[in-house]
């Protein structure tokens, strides 16, 4: 009998997505130490796929190390921090929609519609689990307008925020995938009609509403800031 193991790459990729779930649900609270040896039992692996994905979930801003104690998880957004992670988007994003509406060609738009074509629709549940393909999605879709603006420092540094990781960090509703995919789809009808004041109000209206979106399903449990707090 042949037996097929998994690649090592495949593991440690398993091992990452199901650390990072962990740490996204808040099943591993914020500022919590990441013990290597417990992860290894539980996730029934050796110690080399934990430390390989830790060291990917550093980079995600996720997880920290620190001399002599190791891993930690990272405080989740402040509301300081998402008023200026806003702050930015607002800055580079509109005007970046507006620069894909000048710039677009017919392969950005299929590429567009393909991506848009990837999320039928939101998820039902409310956890990372469900909201991953979204999130993802999200990501994607953002990258890709950032990348037909035609700059790359943009691009980069939009990249490293992780911001859509640690937005969706503070908590996931049905509402917010259904009105998330709405706003991409204006943004994208206002690429394909060449139309940069349209594109860049459809973007700066997407970071509004999602702003607000965010802001209403916080509350007091998991240390979350609540909706007042963002609006000060």
């Keep these: 009998m042949v037996v097929r193991l998994r690649s090592r790459q495949t593991l440690t990729d398993d091992v990452?997505?199901?650390?990072?779930?962990?740490?996204?649900?808040?099943?591993?609270?914020?500022?919590?130490?990441?013990?290597?040896?417990?992860l290894a039992r539980d996730l029934a692996v050796s110690p080399t796929p934990i430390r390989e994905a830790l060291a990917r979930l550093e980079s995600d801003g996720l997880a920290i190390k620190e001399p002599l104690r190791g891993y930690t998880t990272t405080p989740i957004l402040t509301p300081e921090q998402v008023r200026q992670l806003y702050g930015f988007r607002a800055v580079i994003e509109p005007w970046a929609a507006a620069q894909a509406?000048?710039?677009?060609?017919?392969?950005?738009?299929?590429?567009?519609?393909?991506?848009?074509?990837?999320?039928?629709?939101?998820?039902?549940?409310?956890?990372?689990e469900s909201y991953r393909e979204l999130a993802n999605h999200d990501r994607r879709f953002h990258l890709l307008i950032a990348a037909m603006a035609g700059n790359e420092w943009l691009s980069g540094a939009f990249?490293?925020?992780?911001?859509?990781?640690?937005?969706f960090r503070l908590g996931f509703t049905t509402g917010l995938g259904i009105d998330a995919l709405r706003g991409h789809r204006t943004i994208a009808a206002a690429i394909s009609a060449a139309d940069p004041t349209a594109a860049r109000i459809a973007m700066q209206d997407h970071l509004e509403a999602a702003l607000t979106r965010l802001a209403a399903t916080w509350g007091e449990p998991n240390g979350r800031p609540t909706a007042a707090e963002v609006g000060q």
Excluded: F
Excluded at 22 to 27: F, N, S, T
Excluded at 102 to 128: K, M
Excluded at 159 to 167: M, P, S, V
């Design 16 to 38: 990452y997505e199901s650390v990072k779930t962990l740490i996204m649900d808040h099943v591993i609270a914020p500022e919590s130490r990441l013990s290597i040896d417990q």
């Design 159 to 167: 990249e490293r925020t992780h911001c859509h990781l640690h937005l």
């Design 101 to 128: 509406a000048r710039r677009r060609t017919a392969a950005d738009l299929d590429e567009i519609a393909d991506e848009l074509d990837s999320i039928p629709g939101a998820p039902e549940a409310e956890d990372y």
